[in-house]
Structures are given as C-alpha cells and as structure tokens.
C-alpha cells in the first residue's frame, strides 16, 4: 500500500475541488494513483470533481501572432511564475511566436535552429534559450505551437499569459473575436458532439456507468428498490448526451447571451467558425509540489550523521 502524503492530499484537493477526506481516502483506495483517484471522486461526487482540465499544472506563457490570415499560437513553459513577468523571457516567447508564423518549422528543433539574436546571445533562437537560461537562473523551453495558414480569416484571444485561442472562421469579425472569448472561458473539446474524441465520450460512459452501480449498491444496501437495467442504460445514455452538448462548442450557451447557443449566435451573424485551437499554460503537465516539511526533515537527519 502506497503512503499517502498531505501533500499528495492538497494535490489532488487542488485538482479537484473535493473535500480533503473524499481525497485522502480516493488516493488510499486508488494506492496512490492521481489519475486513478480522479476517476474515483467523479464517480462519488459526479461533475462536482470534473475540474482537472482546466487547472494550470505548470508555470510559462502562451503567446500569438498574427499577420493576415497567417498565424502562430505557442507555448513556452518556465519553473516559476515570477519569470513569467521578465522582459528577456517574454521577448524570447514573442519573437519565437513571430518566427513560426514567417517561417513555418516542422517541428520544435526547426524551430530552435531559426536565426535569432537577443541579450548578446545568439545566432539561433535556441542559442538565445540557452543563454537566458543561464542568465535568468532558471529552465524555460518551447512546449508546443500550432501555425495556421489554410486560407480561413483568423482571431484570437488571449486572456492574460496564460490561455490562448485563434479560431479560424468566415464572417463577421467581432463574432469570431467573440467565439474566441468564449472558448477560452469555457473551454470545448471540439466544434460539435459528433467531432468529441471517442476515448473522451468513452471515459464518460465508464463514469456513469460506474456511478449508476454506486447508487444500485447504496439502493441495495438501504433495503430501496433498484431501478431496471433498462431505465439503467438510459440514464447513463442521458448523462453522456448531457455531457457531449457541455463540451461541444456549438452546443454550449454563448457565455454573452446564455438565451442563445454558440451555433445559432453565429448563424444569426453569418459566421462560419472552421475551427478553434486553444492553450491553456501547463495543461496535461505535472507541476513539482514540494514537500517543505518533508525536506527540513530530511536535512535534519543528514546533519545528525557523523562525518
């Protein structure tokens, strides 16, 4: 059985929202597995515990750049919030978003080996990373970027450093602008439910298929009638339904006027959205938690060692 620490505990509260118990005795049951704890809650908790997605995990900026209908969104990460404000680094993430949309690399090393010159370092923007790293104090490296150059006009949005979006479209500008807003502040997987990935729709037929048990369970237990397994099915069928329109753009209620939806707000404005492409700074990532009373510990038995 895997040690369950508080800060395992706050981890996972964090991710979660949960309370701190309905977190410790998840990790104790999932034997310490995040992911698998995760699961767990939202089967207890329902939608209650559904927040990881959107938490930010690790420190960096995501930056965009635009000239016509060519673009370039990216993400650069770094260890600590505080180098998210200096002006070396958020040059350096600038001046790469720039150099993606001109120069189109196939990939992070092309990328790297563009020429560029920055706070006497250089010739390559790689040579600039290095040499801010050691200037700075601290790693910073180019996560991902995406470049956008299909022929669609282009919007974007970034709502501080830490998300961005660029939405391709044709219509009405400040729709599109809009629809940008929208997607970063609630964050949909795909434009339709017909285009939510499978492994997605998936892993929320399991959650309620799961959930469905704990209530047949809990029913039983209490000596209550359990409902059929045709009544069953369609509650889990309702729920994934339920959830398809929650994480689909087109379904989801315009965040500016919740009377209508996202796909009848553009259609009253003549606007095509093609597709959206959002960053949310250290999504998918592990942010190191450190573990400060764990440390001083350990220091003090290192000092009571004899030399």
């Known amino acids: 059985m895997a040690a369950i620490s508080a800060s395992m505990v706050a981890e996972l509260r964090g991710k979660t929202d949960a309370p701190m118990m309905e977190c410790k005795r998840a990790l104790t049951e999932a034997d310490g597995d995040m992911a698998k704890a995760e699961e767990l809650l939202r089967v207890k908790l329902g939608s209650k515990a559904g927040k990881a997605a959107g938490r930010i995990t690790a420190e960096g900026v995501v930056t965009c750049s635009i000239e016509g209908d060519v ?57 600039v990373r290095k040499g801010l790293i050691g200037k700075i104090g601290e790693n910073m490296s180019f996560r991902r970027f995406k470049r956008f150059a299909s022929g669609s006009k282009l919007a974007h949005y970034l709502h501080g450093t830490r998300i961005g979006v660029v939405v391709e479209f044709e219509g009405d500008p400040t729709a599109a602008k809009d629809v940008a807003m929208h997607v970063a502040a609630m964050k949909p997987v795909a434009l339709s439910s017909a285009e939510v990935p499978a492994d997605l729709v998936a892993r929320e037929r399991s959650v309620a298929a799961a959930k469905a048990a704990d209530d047949a369970a809990t029913a039983t237990a209490a000596g209550k009638p359990v409902q059929s397994a045709e009544i069953v099915a369609k509650r889990i069928e309702g729920g994934v339904q339920k959830y398809l329109k929650e994480v689909s753009l087109f379904n989801q209620s315009f965040v500016k006027n919740d009377k209508q939806t996202v796909e009848q707000m553009l259609k009253a404005t003549g606007t095509t959205v093609k597709a959206f492409t959002l960053y949310v700074v250290g999504e998918g990532l592990e942010k190191k938690v450190d573990d400060f009373a764990a440390e001083v510990a350990a220091q003090v038995a290192a000092a009571k060692q004899p030399v």
């Open 71 to 127: 673009g370039a969104l990216l993400e650069v990460n770094c260890e600590t919030d505080f180098v998210t404000k200096n002006d070396s680094f958020l040059a350096l993430a600038n001046a790469a978003a720039q150099l993606i949309a001109k120069n189109n690399p196939a990939d992070l090393a092309a990328l790297g080996a563009l020429p560029y010159a920055q706070d006497g370092f250089g010739p390559t923007l790689e040579d």
